[in-house]
């Protein structure tokens, strides 16, 4: 007799849910009267979205963005808004 077939179903993040994130991240930066750039990558951490809020420093923000976003990925963490 054959078991039944175990079937996991893994959620994942699109590219409509990275620009809410980026949206929401965005809103939530001019409430507190900041900028920043934004990075949203998937649970492999390769990058979906990002963007500067015009006023950022440009010179080496990007990489300082994506950096703590992949490094979540690698502890499997949902979010990284508690490292800041």
């Avoid at 007799?1 to 949206?23: C, F, T, Y």
Wanted: glycine residues 8%; aromatic residues 4%; hydrophobic residues 40%.
């Amino acid at each position: 007799m054959l078991a039944p077939a175990q079937i996991v179903e893994k959620k994942s993040l699109n590219m409509d849910g990275a620009r809410r994130v980026i949206a929401a991240a965005v809103s939530e930066a001019h409430n507190k009267k900041t900028t920043g750039v934004i990075a949203v990558v998937d649970d492999g951490g390769n990058l979906m979205a990002l963007e500067r809020i015009d006023g950022t420093f440009a010179a080496g923000q990007i990489y300082r963005s994506e950096r703590p976003a992949r490094r979540c990925c690698s502890r499997n963490r949902q979010s990284f808004s508690k490292m800041w």
